[in-house]
């Protein structure tokens, strides 16, 4: 089993659409959390952090799931410009690992 | 200012010989890494550095071999090229090992 595994997509949406993804990790001790954002030819780059009690930051939620290891990205009200690849990341430790991505495309 | 540079950003070179990656950080940031992404867009971590301590080397041909002089710079050698090395490396910094990573722009690298 990967330590990290989030469904490679694509997820193809109309604009306006809500898109959920899911990541779950294998190692129950890992402790922090967050979903990074990497646009076609670019460097990854951090969108949220995610909290035990779960966060929201305007259109995007983030869900962490201990019991089950996994954590999940809520994307409200889709806007083209959210088309990107969304990396999950767990750390351990020193650690962290990213997820192999999941790519989302939001069409007109 | 760019946070997180590496240079060059292009390097294309014949198989087996040696190049050298570099990467400077100005955000005070104690710990530097070394990503590869290969074609299939997976991101692997290659080394970890904590105040220019190596703390990750993960199973890593030992052609590869990083460098930190200072907590600002990681530098990343490559010794004898192969067709398999071809990726975009890129360097991250961050102010602890589990902290929020900057990126580099990426250092796109293709082995003839």
């Known amino acids: 089993r990967k330590e990290v595994e989030q469904d490679p997509g694509p997820f193809n949406v109309p604009e306006g659409a809500t898109v959920a993804f899911n990541c779950t990790y294998s190692?129950?001790?890992?402790?922090?959390f967050f979903w990074y954002r990497q646009d076609c030819r670019k460097e990854p780059k951090l969108l949220m952090s995610?909290?035990?009690s779960g966060n929201e930051d305007g259109r995007f939620t983030a869900q962490l799931n201990r019991a089950s290891q996994y954590i999940s990205l809520l994307i409200r009200d889709s806007k083209l410009s959210d088309s990107a690849t969304y990396l999950c990341?767990?750390?351990?430790?020193?650690?962290?690992?990213f997820g192999a991505g999941t790519r989302l495309t939001v069409k007109p | 200012d760019t946070a997180v540079s590496q240079t060059p950003k292009y390097l294309v070179t014949q198989m087996g010989n040696d190049k050298s990656i570099k990467c400077e950080q100005n955000?005070?940031?104690?710990?530097m890494y070394w990503y590869k992404q290969d074609s299939k867009k997976f991101l692997k971590i290659m080394f970890s550095?904590?105040?220019?301590?190596?703390?990750i080397n993960e199973t890593v041909p030992n052609r590869f071999s990083p460098k930190s002089p200072d907590k600002a710079h990681l530098n990343l050698h490559i010794n004898s090229l192969e067709l398999g090395d071809s990726a975009v490396y890129f360097c991250?910094?961050?102010?602890?090992?589990?902290?929020?990573?900057?990126f580099g722009p990426g250092t796109r690298l293709l082995v003839l």
């Open positions: 991250a910094s961050s102010s602890g090992p589990q902290g929020t990573q900057y």
């Open positions: 190692n129950s001790a890992s402790q922090s």
């Open positions: 995610v909290y035990s």
């Open positions: 990341v767990v750390a351990t430790n020193n650690d962290m690992r």
């Open positions: 955000l005070g940031h104690d710990t």
């Open positions: 550095y904590n105040n220019k301590e190596l703390i």
